[in-house]
């Protein structure tokens, strides 16, 4: 039995899931990869619940059960210091660890390279340190030490497909198109059955399938952040500013309240239906789209055939079709729940265990 | 740089493909890997090429362009043993291999069993040492030495998806449908588009969609296997007989030649156009569907709504649709090429570079 050190950055609704997933995971892993998962520390934005001899069972109900009551970390059992990520990472005496990221920052970047020098593992749900400059994209996964997953469609083994069916089956990868957004797959979806757009994104909004902002998933940027992921996990050395997003709302839009927002959006209605019906008379349909190229990327909204693999795609599931050497003509196609705490916190697990079953 | 020698079981269109693509991989697999893979084995049914410094490129190339002449492996410069498995995989000074088997026999488990003892590594395309007895299946897998992604849907990465995102991720797997027979996609879109059986059966087999004699498709027994391996993956100690398997042409078809079969199937026209019409009455299609729930399997032809994954499927593309906790009321969906020898090639150098990279 080989004990597995967990340093977890993040304890909102996925890291939490992901501390229930490892809790429930803790018998069975037991026997079926002969390893123990066990959490040494556990850090929220304002500082870290750290136990070098691991923190037990019980304090993390605790833990989580105060931050579900809406207080701190800080107000549970464990010791508790308001320290710098770094500190926290060179918790004494810990060797082999596993550093979990699911916060959404890009702060924890100094910290997760400080951890993969110290010969430590990483494993992200968060995208922001693989979405900044290429270079630093590079150090972070050179040594093949961390995994990201559920960076790109949560739980579904995307990137695992890029990376061990296709790349390391020597095949070429001509072009990826996916839909990487449960939100605007709601959205293109409800436009296709004639719902208006201001109705479709304050629905949304309600049910919770948007951020506080609606903006945050509308402008785009979070679905370019998964195509730059996939780009540069084959190698392609491509920047965030060099792919083309379209945002579903126009920039006088960008200032003022979310409520402002949504108050104003009825203007789009109209422009909306109009697109909608032109693709419809050519017998497509509305998605908003990534597609990866020849060493390029665009991120938007495009009318596809109504019997392709995309045009297919109903409400919030994401999906990633690989056009390759060997998957021609029709593509490799990936589908299902692509967002959720649930979904997010499995792929996290897929990875740790990926991860220890490596470091043998 | 690291040299992973290579002992291959069987030469015919998948051995060949195989060969071909280790060798198109060699120098992106050096700088992406530092990794180098050297075959010291070839194996046909009558003996092998054995060199244990590495067969040369080309005398590979020779041997290939030899056994497209229709000339036997014998036929080519390589020294050339007339020797038993066990013997071939004692190559002497050779440690860490990988065993490649890309036969169709059952006869290769000893030489596999005597390998992994070996602490060799074990790559199966090879379905029927898996499809065994239980206790065969255990003994082989338990080591965790081998890999059999091509067994089941060729490069597509069904049992990694299987191994990696559900069962390492503690996700609970309730149910699993598939399609996992290109020639029985090919014959059930013809049928729901009222094309006769007896006409899709002859056209599978002029085209060389079927084995030489298809019955070895239309039984079933092949999804079967593949129905099996899942089973077992997911550790369900199940025996290949326990499986309900519906063949679709009737007992009494079985004996005689491939001709005489392909002349009397015209009298299956009647049946079978009766059961797509009952099922297209009920708003559904036909297809051959292997599913497994609650420790058992069955493999037959099933009415399913024409909008579900297995529904939508059209041609010889193959399809896994995974039922989970994770992934519910909506299933995880894989799909595309599950068949032909480079999808089979590309399956097995991905599981050869899995084992390579497990291994530092």
Not at 15 to 25: E, T
Request: aromatic share 6%.
């Amino acid at each position: 039995m080989r004990t597995i050190p967990l340093i977890q950055f993040g304890f909102g609704g996925v890291g939490r899931a992901v501390v229930r997933r490892v809790m429930k995971a803790r018998d069975e892993f037991e026997w079926r990869y002969g390893i123990q998962l066990q959490y040494v520390a556990l850090c929220d934005s304002n500082g870290a619940a750290v136990e070098a001899q691991g923190i037990s069972f019980g304090d993390l109900e605790r833990a989580m059960a105060a931050k579900e009551a809406g207080r701190g970390l800080a107000d549970t059992p464990i010791g508790y210091q308001h320290e710098g990520l770094l500190d926290i990472v060179d918790v004494a005496g810990v060797t082999g660890a596993i550093v979990i990221d699911v916060t959404a920052s890009d702060e924890t970047v100094p910290a997760l390279q400080w951890a993969l020098d110290k010969d430590y593992f990483a494993v992200l749900a968060n995208k922001k340190p693989l979405a900044g400059s290429i270079a630093s994209f590079r150090q972070l996964t050179d040594s093949d030490r961390l995994r990201y997953e559920a960076t790109v469609g949560a739980g579904m083994p995307i990137i695992a497909a890029l990376r061990q069916a296709l790349i390391a089956s020597n095949d070429h990868v001509r072009r990826i198109e996916g839909c990487f957004s449960g939100t605007l797959g709601f959205l293109t979806t409800g436009l296709q059955a004639g719902e208006s757009y201001s109705a479709l994104v304050r629905h949304a909004k309600q049910q919770g399938y948007t951020e506080p902002d609606p903006r945050d998933d509308l402008g785009g940027m979070d679905v370019a952040r998964k195509a730059l992921i996939l780009a540069r996990t084959m190698g392609w050395p491509l920047e965030l500013s060099q792919i083309e997003v379209e945002s579903l709302y126009p920039p006088e839009l960008a200032a003022g309240s979310p409520a402002d927002f949504l108050e104003a959006i009825s203007a789009l209605d109209e422009p909306f239906r109009a697109r909608v019906a032109e693709a419809q008379a050519a017998g497509q349909t509305l998605r908003y789209v990534a597609a990866l190229e020849s060493g390029a990327a665009q991120v938007g909204l495009r009318a596809v055939p109504v019997d392709s693999p995309v045009g297919r795609l109903q409400g919030t599931d994401n999906l990633a079709a690989f056009y390759t050497d060997v998957y021609a003509p029709n593509p490799m196609v990936l589908q299902g729940r692509g967002a959720g705490v649930d979904g997010t916190a499995a792929g996290v697990l897929a990875d740790i265990v990926s991860l220890a079953l490596t470091d043998r």
